[in-house]
């Protein structure tokens, strides 16, 4: 393990936290395997990270924890699971874009405090970290990490105002809601319960669900990242916990400690809709699925095209291409197949198989591109790269025309809120026109969805704002503390 | 490394190889990284082996290799592939239906000869297989494995009748095609040239590219067992190898050294049409995509459905089911979402998430499914474990009726040329009649295509036969030393 | 990695720590390679601790570090020491005595601090750490480990009175001389300087060395647990810190920041002279081995014996046997061979080989024993199941009498400073009388050297005080946070 | 694993083998753990070779073998041994002084023969292993490996003649004595018995013992390459297996198949005496303890000294330095300590600490050195580059006069038989004369025992011959194959 440590100045080397959380909760008197629930909670959130995975558990005042690198099936076996006995579990699956891929920073956070142990699992990104991080040093803690995990933890470790030797736990985690800015979906373990916080401005997604029994009946309730969690421990959606909002989930069941932010207009991430999501989770009321399928629909609207093929790229790309399909009236096929096997490979492909990179996760069905003017539908383009390999791809399988078709805006602003997306200089449509673009791809004709389009296809209103930072650059929090950093 | 050895009357612990196999040769003067490009063919025929992997080169009379447990991912790093070096490269990633997944059974198999280094690698299986060990047992050889390959290579070291202390590969290789019974698609490296042969049924594929440089020009050749593997190393498709044909690929190009076999009629593994091969491959001059397109319209037309809408259970039954939905003129959609992270696990769902397993690796969309009635098609049944899990969780999903359609016929047979299918007691249609199995899986109808219709689908005729044996029974070749064994 | 968290009220299953330190600092203008010299001055102290090893240097405001689990020499390779640059470096080889083997415990300790990283590396035991993690507790700090390390650090962490935004290191460390009670022998890296502290009753060793160039100039300086660390870094002994002592060592050489404590008699652990330290280190102003020589001498003094040869238990007890056999006027000879290769099995002897578990590790020489009436010289008797089989293998081998002689009083107490021996229950020499304890081993006499012989050997006197508590139960340090804990 | 594989005509890459043997058979209704009793058998021979360690065991037809690099202790767990059932086990221990150190070499070796399965083990090197292996390849068979005992057991798997489809195992093992030329120490499992070989020469020691039950009564045999293997297992010490003796090791006993040569003049490896053995075990009726000091006893009258003090390089030359103090009636005594985790290490001194190579394995006790004349015994100088730094430290550390004792004489020629010294080239009594020598190590006066004083210490006579061509040059082998390789 080599780590190089950043000082209290430079402390942004730290990974932005696009991960999945979960925690399980058993009913008093009814026998729930929560950490084997955790596993396979995580499993089914494993497209959220995939650099490690942990899961703790309370038992009596001990907490369990098992951490390791790697994906969820890699980290757990039978023997590591065996431990992790009691009615409680949080889990957490990572995703880091930084070199420092360690195991100091696999999650669930684990500290002791005065009134016993204190676990915590985190999806998102604090925008406000370098101040409160300032602010427990200056406190006379140390910091084993670069995590804002840890900065949260610590925070909990702090008695609230006017507490008398017993832990207020629901005003200690008032004051995450209050002190801390930007993306936050928690799951912490204190005092032998399980707290779920959002955001006030919900911009990471969190849902919660029953635990359903032999009998059909309630045994525990589940909070986890996406409702797609659900489906492999046979929970029962209930409904998202809504931003602002603070739930504790114990024996008992659940209690709301704290209720949402009315006055506030949300803003959950659309680029969950746009990729980010499972498909076969449901946001804010509706399948991710249906609502590729309508930025399709919308898509086509704006951008139609005249073409004899309507294909995707697999595999985020398919539901917006069929969308897009029938509503221009065009039939729908598969023009590109993907290496299912696809694990990474640092193996450069050398000098003279220069041309194959694109190739190694993609093939054209020729006989159905063979004479064809294809449209191409896909997601996004973030830096550009893949786009134009694509093209070329296609029309050497025989396409006569293609036309590339986005299911977004474009991309012109990183994200400070826990989304990976690159800098500004690396952002293909931050340095070019959308024409510039078409003639970089090499493409007959190129369409992006308007931030108005995905606004209808995802629906807003009143209670349903989203964040489109990273489309239009109007942040829904202060990113004062990273202006300049990867502009 | 714990083995346990099986004697010479036991010899059939050996695991069936259902194999991914390339060469590369450079032509004279030019500059090919066959190491390299042998790596990348690989990666893409991961799908037809995922224990093991291996290259092997030549240069001047020394081999080198590189072998190792795991997908050729994580076997192959710069620094293993470094020392591989030469203008002539073999490569294998091996497929393993038994517990005995040992390194030592990773291919290349590579022994030294009175000529020098032979390394082999093999996909097939051969019926004959006991016979000819106890033949080579019998001339006072010992063995070191349980592997076909082994028993190949052996009889490869072995002088051809009338050779004076010259090898005569040619002729060694002829004596392979007639001695061995049964499937073997083998690329041998030998005394610096690479040697592809088919066996006289061209049981399993085999084919045949050219490599091409930077200026377009032809700097040398691949064979592989799929045409697949050929975009990942900027080759392209010349021709499948022929059955009972001998190709050598060295510095002076392809030379044929032995006929296809024309008096035989070819029997191809239909599966690797159903289910096998990669959809992007080509087979008898048609992409398998298409072939599985036409199998779905062929269902349709022998099993049609009246219902609102067509799914196929992903990824395999997708081309079959948009077949399906365009011949019967049903709108296609996406009803089941897989998780692609689906690693394997060992981890047990335990008593209270008894009902997950089929959950963890799909999800409904609900708002595809919801007053539905739903046609869904699959590939094929073996052992129809999945099948109602899958019904049910339609039905869950909103589904008012599930009509299930298949793109083959009842697997009835067990394969001993190299695919693992199961026994004759494990297969479910051995057991059941078609209306049993539907009530098993608690479909509202069942319908699987006829032996004739998946002829018509993928073609047959004087020169394009198959092996149907599965479904039929039917063994093109003697299955004598295995009956009993499997039923 | 499983940890089971002990809550705050059972604090105590804290490893013993006795393990091994080093600290390096370059002269000004001096080119030092401070991570490798930490690294070889490890490697010289693998004796005092097997389970973890770590190293961390300093670059400008960056602290690098490399941590991991086993033999120094397995931890560190060219690869992972090559990022340690910088002109200070601190190491750390740490014992374990209990189960939680695990690479969070592993030193050095490293945590960033409002004045930028800070770290630690420990030998010793911390006899109040209870009452020290309550109060850490209770300020809000959460605490991540069960180590004493990680309490000194976080008291590190929080500012001294009366510092006004800039760190007042010596302030700092100066209130762990006077708040921390027990065993403690620190080094320390905090704002690019080393520190090294050494409790003021000394009970762990620390010496003082210079690094010495090629022209035999003094390029840096090193404190280590042991001066056997100097000679494979080339380094000249010094001297020892003084109990109470503070040094500073950097680029300016070395400054005393806090002097001895001259008014309490020093309480150096009797047992490093017994057996902990290597023989060819220097305590107190001699060679350890000379020490062991006359510990032998004293113990024939008071229990001289009728026999034939002189032999001692391998190879600890070599010199002690050496001295005992020039002091009766007997031949020394080798009577045991001790299997040098003796890693770790855990493989058991199984019933049909039960009598073996002292023949894999010593073996007779027969020639030398038979027919002669032996003496068996140990440095010790703990749990006392060693001696009898031993006893009985001379036997075997011919002796015709045995008796065992050992160079140290019994052991009948418990240590709380750092040193891992046994509960009360454990230690034979609680349980039994010196007769018993003879007839238990079956040796035909039995002699212990006596308190007062063993203060003869290794000097007493008003600078020259021991702890030997463990054959007193005179403990110099109140330990009543452990009472009952092992009794 | 990477392998550079050598061809036919340059074999001779392949490591000599300086391993350790054992062998392990129950008799008829005793129960003996063969496999746990091999494991402590290998454990005790561990100096023989530690990189890789392989157990094998038969019950009925099949063979169960667990091998892997590294230490016997680290290659076998309880999960490794338990599947290894049955009252017959060969284990083997591997040193190999060449880089191709890969799990493909351990052993045990194992093939399948036309009468079931068949396992060997090696300790020693044959001398025309080139001829054989052309023989082997000439008869169509293919090597998988550059190992003699891959050579051995090929010869094993060719029928006697005469055969007539039973096995004649005697007969096959009676070719192997006839035609392997060189040093071979072989255990053999086949058909179910154990048979131990031993060269015509004896050049490697094999020895037998009976495994004592619990009543002390007989329970089965055990072979192994040095008695020092019994005391660990239980085992009591019959006799050596003589020169050219085969033994069959089952059920009912030890049968004796083929007599000792006794025409020829036994070439017993004088190394072991000098170095190689365990100073436990014993060779031809005497503990090399005892051999070693007549040794040092024989260097005292040749070559004694006026000092005052004579110290051993530990741990190997012990036993001469006592032997040597004895005979000049000067004091024995411990100048340099050896550290004794001394773990290969890997990293390099680096320039700032390059004169401490030598000081990572050995410190003085000064106080024992200051002031004195020392004599430095040492059992052998192979390359020389040791001795000189070990000079300069004993001076460094206060000796006036440094008067170096070598108990063995100059080693001048290469060993073609299994022990690893050094080219021709390498060997610095080969290029320099005794006066050079003594001058390059800086030593006051240097004495090597001769060949004749050597003789008299270990014995001679008409059944005593030792090999000592690394001494002398004269071989007791034909080693035409290996001249000019070497020298």
Redesign the interface.
Do not use: K
């Given at each position: 393990?080599?780590?190089?440590?950043?000082?209290?100045?430079?402390p942004f080397g730290h990974p932005r936290e696009a991960c999945g959380v979960v925690g399980i909760a058993a009913l008093a008197g009814r026998?729930?395997?929560a950490a084997?629930?955790a596993?396979?909670a995580l499993?089914?959130l494993?497209?959220r990270g995939?650099e490690s995975a942990g899961i703790a558990t309370q038992v009596g005042?001990?907490?369990?924890?098992?951490?390791?690198m790697g994906?969820?099936?890699?980290v757990?076996?039978?023997d590591?699971?065996a431990?992790l006995q009691g009615p409680v579990a949080l889990g957490h699956t990572r995703y880091s874009t930084t070199g420092s891929s360690v195991?100091a920073n696999a999650q669930p956070y684990?500290?002791?405090?005065?009134?016993?142990?204190?676990a915590l699992a985190h999806n998102g990104n604090v925008t406000n970290a370098r101040a409160l991080r300032?602010a427990l040093?200056?406190?006379?803690?140390?910091?084993?990490s670069?995590s804002d995990s840890e900065v949260l933890?610590?925070m909990?470790?702090?008695?609230a105002e006017g507490e008398d030797g017993v832990p207020d736990w629901p005003a200690r985690l008032d004051r995450i809601m209050t002190r801390v800015q930007g993306a936050f979906s928690l799951v912490v373990l204190a005092g032998g319960a399980l707290y779920a916080l959002r955001d006030p401005l919900g911009l990471r997604p969190l849902c919660l669900g029953e635990?359903i029994?032999?009998q059909g009946e309630v045994?525990g309730h589940i909070v986890a990242s996406e409702s797609?969690a659900f489906?492999?421990?046979?929970a029962r959606f209930v409904r998202e916990v809504a931003p602002g909002e603070i739930l504790r989930l114990d024996a008992d069941g659940v209690a709301r400690l704290r209720a949402p932010e009315e006055a506030r207009r949300p803003a959950l991430c659309v680029f969950e809709y746009v990729y980010f999501a499972?498909?076969?989770s449901q946001l804010e009321g509706?399948?991710v699925?249906?609502a590729r399928m309508a930025l399709g629909r919308e898509l086509a609207a704006e951008h139609p095209a005249d073409a004899d093929l309507v294909i995707g790229v697999p595999?985020s790309a398919?539901?917006a291409a069929?969308g897009y399909a029938a509503a221009v009236g065009l039939p729908?096929?598969?023009g590109l197949?993907k290496?299912?096997?696809i694990?990474?490979?640092?193996?450069?492909?050398?000098?003279?198989?220069?041309?194959?990179s694109v190739?190694?996760k993609y093939?054209?069905?020729?006989?159905?591109l063979a004479g064809r003017r294809v449209v191409l539908v896909d997601d996004s383009i973030v830096r550009g790269n893949t786009m134009g390999p694509l093209v070329r791809l296609l029309r050497q399988a025989g396409a006569t025309a293609v036309h590339v078709r986005i299911s977004s805006p474009p991309v012109r602003h990183p994200c400070f809120m826990g989304i990976d997306l690159a800098s500004h200089a690396e952002l293909v449509a931050d340095r070019l026109s959308v024409d510039e673009v078409c003639a970089h791809i090499g493409a007959d004709s190129l369409g992006y969805l308007s931030v108005e389009g995905m606004g209808r296809a995802v629906g807003t209103g009143p209670r349903r704002g989203h964040c489109a930072a990273c489309f239009t650059g109007d942040y829904p929090v202060n990113v004062d503390e990273h202006r300049g950093e990867r502009g």
């Open positions: 393990m080599i780590e190089a440590w950043p000082t209290a100045d430079d026998r729930v395997d084997r629930a596993f396979f499993y089914a494993q497209h995939q005042d001990r907490v369990h924890i098992h951490r390791g994906l969820v099936a890699q757990f076996t039978e590591s699971l431990p195991l684990l500290i002791e405090t005065l009134h016993g142990p204190l300032r040093l200056a406190r006379g803690v140390g910091l084993v670069t933890t610590l909990l470790a702090e008695p635990l029994g032999g045994v797609a489906g492999t421990v046979g499972r498909p076969d509706r399948d699925y249906m595999d398919t539901p069929m729908y096929g598969e197949m290496n299912r096997y694990g990474r490979t640092f193996i450069q492909p050398g000098e003279a198989l220069r041309r194959s190739r190694l093939n054209p069905i020729r006989e159905n």
